[in-house]
């Protein structure tokens, strides 16, 4: 009886795996989870650098197309731990220390809430500011073509 506690003391698999299997989470799954956390905080206008939002912007175009929420966000995931590095527009006038720390501490809580694991770090690019008066569409003016 001894020996089947301390094999199960040194064998800590963590949350993810038991006796009657393992869960493996894909690298998308936690992108997806990270990137809706992050639109939730007061102050990221979007996430994604200027080629990676031009995309997004093309293929939110396209009659029956999904917002993707993992744009602009990359993640590494292991057995039992998580990283996430985190692309941001940032809305004019938000104090970025204090936009990096909520949108840290809304990431990690869920991410860990939703998988079971632990996120070692939250790396945040801040690629750009948001003016109120910038439109996020067309430019402005007289069309070029009909």
């Known amino acids: 009886m001894t020996e089947q506690r301390a ?25 997806k989870i990270a990137g809706i956390a992050t639109r939730e905080v007061e102050g990221v206008h979007q996430l994604g650098g200027a080629g990676s939002r031009a995309v997004g912007a093309l293929r939110e175009r396209i009659p029956g197309s999904r917002t993707n929420y993992g744009q602009g966000v990359s993640v590494e995931v292991g057995e039992r731990q998580a990283a996430v590095d985190l692309d941001v527009v ?46 996020d569409g067309e430019p402005e003016g007289e069309p070029r073509v009909e």
């Open 90 to 135: 940032a809305e004019y006038g938000v104090a970025i220390a204090d936009l990096a720390a909520g949108v840290r501490r809304n990431v990690i809580a869920s991410v860990e809430r939703m998988t079971g694991l632990e996120v070692t770090e939250v790396n945040l690019t801040v690629h750009d500011v948001h003016l109120p008066d910038e439109s």
């Open 7 to 31: 094999e199960a003391a040194v064998r800590d698999d963590g949350p993810l795996a038991s006796d009657q299997g393992k869960t493996v989470i894909a690298d998308q799954v936690v992108a």
